[in-house]
């Protein structure tokens, strides 16, 4: 079993920036992709990045790409999503997943631990 908890969300103008953390417990021994995904009020959960686990591979929806960036440090168990240039689009709680495999999902079916979300709104 592997704990997710995400934090550094908060309240922003646009154009700023904010980094999210992701602090991962439990059976961190294994090699995890992690995924950060969003979820706006009334809309479905989206892909907005990922990484794998010696943070080779990354992969970013086209809406943030060039604005956010993905990293991790394993030997924190902490993965990170610095945000830049952050626009009202942004807004939404932004959750943070963990699954066992060499690949990077895009797919919310493929991660097996979520973590409880951490609100992000940036107003205009």
């Known amino acids: 079993q592997v704990h997710l908890v995400e934090s550094g969300g908060g309240l922003v103008q646009a154009g700023g920036s904010l980094r999210l953390s992701c602090a991962a417990s439990?059976?961190?021994?294994?090699?995890?992709?992690t995924g950060w995904f969003r979820q706006a009020s009334g809309k479905e959960r989206e892909f907005v990045a990922a990484?794998?686990?010696?943070?080779?591979?990354?992969n970013y929806a086209d809406s943030v790409k060039g604005r956010f960036t993905i990293s991790r440090d394993n030997a924190k168990n902490t993965v990170y999503l610095q945000m830049n240039s952050l626009k009202s689009e942004d807004t939404a709680v932004y959750y943070c997943?963990?699954?066992?495999?060499?690949?990077?999902?895009?797919?919310?079916?493929?991660?097996?631990?979520w973590g409880p979300g951490t609100q992000v709104t940036v107003s205009s």
């Open positions: 997943a963990a699954v066992s495999t060499s690949t990077v999902p895009t797919n919310t079916r493929m991660y097996a631990y």
């Open positions: 990484i794998s686990w010696f943070g080779a591979i990354t």
């Open positions: 439990g059976r961190t021994g294994s090699r995890y992709a």
